[in-house]
């Protein structure tokens, strides 16, 4: 494919994940590239209309996108976890999206609530299609006094040592050289054990990388004492999931926090799919609707985007638009609608 022509499936989702979307999409046309996106309708109110959440035809289709990007979706009106298992989950096993890439960075002039100066940039690398999040499990007994449920982590050697590459691949590529394992091999003893024996013998192939080991509830700790320990961290589904979380609260907040669901294979290759790229929160319906939101995490998710499709240039000068803008904001002293941030990061991309 011409490297300079993406084909993009776009997911706007629910509540604000419209609206940020939106924005996202202008700063990309912005960057000057030929985006042919084509927008899907999927989330609560296509769940309430049809009753569908990712019809297979649909999903068939978006395996020919170069890239998918994602709002968010969700809605107090749909049960909890149908979205999620039927949809978000669904796409993420469905295409392959072993690497869950979450960068927890402070850029400069954005506040964090840890006391004192911080220097914090780092990118958790969470597994994402085994652990605790594959469904299986099961209940008994349901409603009565003898339930029983049991919710089971899948970990394998194929699944944990890919992930655990890419970790020493990402690590090799930073002035640190350092990667972190987060786990809790002291309680989860099997699980554990695999973990820090795939971590432990493929480090043998990159002696240049610093390896370390740190139980989760640690690390929960040093996130917000000292979270300049970590570089690189490859952790579990679940671990990740919640660590983000942290990450988000400490380098600016989840207005800021981008994701990336990739599948890292190389293109053309027979285990290939699009990868998707989305902000971390949700759809905010206490926001919702009232141009509050800001698009800076979904804009940040696009220059990953752009990175990953190997269009490093376009994507330095989306992360440098966010930037610039993040280190204007203390000094401006006001707000802006989602609508305005989108307009001043289109703005500095065109230059
Ligand atoms: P949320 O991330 O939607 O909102 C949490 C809080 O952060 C809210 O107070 C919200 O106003 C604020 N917030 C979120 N994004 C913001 C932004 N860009 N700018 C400013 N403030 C922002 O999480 P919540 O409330 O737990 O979930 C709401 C719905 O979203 C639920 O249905 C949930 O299932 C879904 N959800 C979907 C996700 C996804 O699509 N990947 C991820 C997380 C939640
Ligand atoms: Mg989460």
């Given at each position: 494919r011409?490297?300079?022509?993406i084909r993009l499936a776009v997911i706007?989702?629910?509540?604000?994940?419209?609206?940020?979307?939106?924005?996202?999409?202008?700063?990309?046309?912005?960057?000057?590239?030929?985006a042919e996106t084509t927008?899907y309708?999927l989330?609560?109110?296509?769940?309430?209309?049809?009753?569908?959440?990712l019809?297979?035809?649909t999903l068939a289709e978006l395996r020919g996108y170069d890239a998918i990007l994602l709002?968010?979706?969700?809605?107090?009106?749909?049960?909890?976890?149908?979205?999620?298992?039927?949809?978000l989950?669904k796409l993420r096993f469905e295409l392959d999206h072993y690497v869950?890439l979450?960068?927890?960075?402070?850029?400069?002039?954005?506040?964090?609530?840890?006391?004192?100066?911080?220097?914090?940039?780092?990118?958790?690398?969470?597994?994402g299609?085994?652990?605790?999040?594959?469904?299986?499990?099961?209940?008994?007994?349901?409603?009565?006094?003898?339930?029983?449920?049991?919710?089971?982590?899948?970990?394998?050697?194929?699944?944990?040592?890919?992930?655990?590459?890419?970790?020493?691949?990402?690590?090799?590529?930073?002035?640190?050289?350092?990667?972190?394992?987060?786990?809790?091999?002291?309680?989860?003893?099997?699980?554990?054990?695999?973990?820090?024996?795939?971590?432990?013998?493929?480090?043998?192939?990159?002696?240049?990388?610093?390896?370390?080991?740190?139980?989760?509830?640690?690390?929960?700790?040093?996130?917000?004492?000292?979270?300049?320990?970590?570089?690189?961290?490859?952790?579990?589904?679940?671990?990740?999931?919640?660590?983000?979380?942290?990450?988000?609260?400490?380098?600016?907040?989840?207005?800021?926090?981008?994701?990336g669901n990739v599948n890292p294979s190389s293109v053309g290759s027979a285990s290939w799919a699009p990868s998707m790229f989305e902000?971390?929160?949700?759809?905010?319906?206490?926001?919702?609707?009232?141009?509050?939101?800001?698009?800076?995490?979904?804009?940040?998710s696009i220059?990953m985007m752009l990175d990953h499709l190997g269009?490093?240039?376009?994507?330095?000068?989306?992360?440098?638009?966010?930037?610039?803008?993040?280190?204007?904001?203390?000094?401006?002293?006001?707000?802006?609608?989602?609508?305005?941030?989108?307009?001043?990061?289109?703005?500095?991309?065109?230059?």
């Amino acid at each position: 494919r011409d490297s300079h022509n993406i084909r993009l499936a776009v997911i706007p989702g629910d509540g604000i994940g419209k609206e940020v979307v939106a924005e996202g999409l202008k700063v990309l046309d912005a960057v000057g590239l030929k985006a042919e996106t084509t927008t899907y309708d999927l989330g609560a109110a296509r769940y309430h209309a049809t009753g569908e959440t990712l019809p297979e035809e649909t999903l068939a289709e978006l395996r020919g996108y170069d890239a998918i990007l994602l709002g968010a979706v969700g809605d107090p009106s749909v049960p909890p976890g149908v979205l999620e298992r039927e949809l978000l989950l669904k796409l993420r096993f469905e295409l392959d999206h072993y690497v869950n890439l979450r960068p927890v960075r402070l850029y400069p002039g954005v506040e964090t609530p840890l006391a004192g100066d911080h220097s914090i940039d780092m990118v958790v690398i969470r597994e994402g299609t085994e652990g605790p999040y594959t469904g299986a499990g099961g209940v008994m007994r349901r409603g009565t006094a003898q339930e029983i449920a049991t919710q089971e982590s899948f970990n394998t050697a194929f699944g944990v040592e890919r992930v655990v590459r890419y970790a020493f691949e990402k690590a090799i590529t930073r002035p640190r050289r350092k990667l972190t394992l987060v786990h809790k091999t002291n309680v989860l003893t099997y699980a554990g054990d695999l973990w820090a024996r795939v971590v432990e013998r493929v480090s043998t192939e990159y002696p240049e990388v610093a390896t370390d080991y740190c139980h989760v509830d640690a690390a929960s700790m040093f996130f917000v004492t000292q979270p300049e320990r970590f570089d690189v961290i490859v952790t579990d589904n679940l671990f990740g999931d919640i660590l983000t979380d942290i990450g988000a609260a400490i380098a600016g907040g989840i207005g800021l926090a981008a994701s990336g669901n990739v599948n890292p294979s190389s293109v053309g290759s027979a285990s290939w799919a699009p990868s998707m790229f989305e902000p971390v929160h949700g759809s905010a319906p206490d926001i919702a609707g009232q141009g509050k939101a800001d698009p800076t995490a979904t804009v940040l998710s696009i220059a990953m985007m752009l990175d990953h499709l190997g269009l490093t240039a376009e994507a330095a000068r989306v992360e440098k638009a966010v930037a610039d803008d993040l280190a204007g904001r203390q000094v401006a002293g006001i707000t802006r609608s989602t609508r305005e941030i989108g307009d001043d990061l289109a703005a500095r991309v065109t230059g």
